[in-house]
């Protein structure tokens, strides 16, 4: 497909466990954002990259946070030991080069709940 | 500090009614973007427009318009003739040059009753 594919779609995890999170960009874009949507709120970031550099990553909220672009396409957004509050869906965009560099492409996210 | 304020958390109008969505940001750079995204109950954010600080002229596309005031720092969404399909919720974002991530609004959830 031409869009942003993200999988798995809804994930259920026990608290405690380790879940991985994937996101397939839009082809020859080389921005990757995460952010992460709680419920009835608006998206907030956590990570950046160009390529496979991780330029930006202020927004991710704690060290059980991880996320890898190794090959400059695909991204992995790991998250460990999961907690309640990581309840929320996580939205990967990806933008192209300039001129319209920050439009950013989302994809459908992923509904990670932590029970 | 970069913030978006959408203080309408939730509208319901009519078939056919034209609706105005505010919003108000608040920079301290004079260079930056401004964004409306569509969220349907799919989930998937879908990219409505971009505006450039330096481009105050506003913008029409078919039933949508827009409206960007810096002198009030407001960039209003108005849908004209609202349709069903036009349920969803609507964020109002923005992002400084040379800083990549958008910053967006809480969102204001839209119900267009037929």
């Known amino acids: ?115 | 500090a970069q913030k978006v304020t959408q203080a309408q958390t939730e509208i319901s109008v009519v078939e056919k009614e034209d609706v105005t969505l505010d919003c108000v940001y608040e920079t301290r750079d004079t260079t930056y973007y401004l964004f409306w995204y569509k969220q349907p109950p799919s989930g998937e954010l879908v990219f409505l427009i971009r505006r450039n600080s330096f481009d105050e002229q506003n913008e029409i596309s078919g039933r949508y318009s827009w409206n960007f005031q810096k002198s009030t720092s407001s960039f209003n969404f108005t849908i004209t003739a609202s349709q069903v399909v036009d349920s969803a919720v609507y964020f109002c974002a923005l992002s400084e040059v040379g800083d990549d991530k958008i910053i967006f609004g809480k969102g204001t959830r839209l119900h267009i009753l037929p």
């Open chain 1, 1 to 115: 497909g031409a869009g942003v594919s993200q999988s798995p779609r809804y994930k259920v995890a026990k608290r405690g466990q380790d879940v991985a999170l994937r996101c397939d960009p839009i082809s020859g874009h080389v921005s990757l954002f995460w952010y992460q949507q709680a419920l009835g709120q608006g998206p907030e970031f956590l990570t950046y990259f160009q390529n496979e550099a991780q330029l930006d990553k202020s927004g991710l909220p704690s060290d059980r946070f991880f996320a890898e672009r190794p090959e400059g396409s695909v991204s992995t957004l790991k998250i460990q030991r999961t907690q309640q509050e990581d309840s929320a869906v996580y939205l990967c965009a990806s933008s192209p080069e300039p001129p319209a560099k920050n439009i950013q492409y989302f994809g459908a996210g992923t509904r990670l709940s932590v029970l």
